[in-house]
């Protein structure tokens, strides 16, 4: 393709290393592209709360699209710019369906106020019980009433000692007509999203309003969350050891995450 107007990137076992880390060889190019004029967003499935570090990293502000595309937050003013979300009387449905159909699974909700650090909105709250995916917990355990009780920019499912790919199978036919569901990890952990939100309605959001067209983007991912935006760019670039789903859905395969494998695509454009 020809120098992309924009780029947008998923972070967890893409941009970052697995030490959670940018190295100075991607941050180098990414800059260099945005001094070109080239638009670089994150594309994650964490919640706007959970990105500073990535700024932080990256040594500057990308409008992020987060939660797999449900909100548009802008880490520079720290301000949510929009959320598609899931109604109460939807997460009690999804609810249900979710816990009949994968037995003893845990649920969680994640949550989003003004910013990604308003104390008045309680972010992620689980039912009592919930076992964390991952290995920094921030969660509030609640009733289940109350965990159904405000909208949600996704519904979590998560239950211990099983695959992903496995409960996303059991959950795809009940819950096709009411929401989409997805996954970053195989870890036994579901992400259930407003119907048709993906990271690649997120860029469509962005791209829009900027007169950008699909296949002047290019995208990095690894993971099935990442699919719909390998899929829908001019370019979708799959990280040398991603999931298999992923790398079959992408245009092209590159190094690993810790081999520098978005920068050694961006370099074609803005090399050294």
Request: proline fraction near 7%; hydrophobic fraction near 45%.
């Amino acid at each position: 393709m020809n120098r992309p107007a924009m780029i947008a990137s998923d972070v967890d076992g893409t941009l970052l290393d697995d030490d959670e880390k940018v190295n100075p060889r991607t941050r180098a190019v990414v800059h260099a592209a945005v001094d070109d004029g080239a638009r670089f967003v994150l594309a994650t499935g964490r919640p706007p709360r959970w990105v500073q570090p990535v700024v932080d990293a990256l040594g500057f502000a990308p409008v992020t699209i987060c939660a797999n595309g449900a909100v548009i937050y802008d880490p520079a003013t720290d301000r949510i710019i929009s959320a598609r979300t899931l109604s109460t009387e939807l997460l009690a449905e999804l609810a249900d369906i979710a816990t009949t159909a994968i037995p003893g699974a845990g649920l969680a909700v994640e949550r989003v106020g003004d910013s990604a650090h308003d104390a008045a909105t309680p972010q992620f709250v689980s039912s009592p019980g919930y076992e964390h995916a991952w290995l920094n917990p921030d969660n509030t355990e609640v009733s289940m009433a109350d965990l159904l009780s405000a909208p949600a920019i996704k519904l979590l499912v998560r239950k211990a000692g099983a695959r992903s790919a496995d409960m996303a199978t059991v959950l795809a036919e009940p819950l096709a007509e009411l929401a989409d569901i997805t996954y970053s990890t195989n870890n036994g952990l579901i992400e259930v999203m407003p119907l048709g939100i993906s990271k690649a309605s997120g860029i469509e959001e962005l791209t829009g309003p900027l007169g950008i067209a699909a296949d002047e983007v290019v995208t990095f991912g690894d993971m099935p969350n990442d699919i719909p935006m390998l899929r829908w760019a001019g370019l979708g670039v799959a990280m040398a050891h991603a999931h298999p789903e992923a790398l079959a859905a992408a245009d092209e395969v590159t190094l690993t995450n810790n081999q520098e494998g978005v920068a050694h695509v961006l370099e074609r454009w803005w090399g050294r």
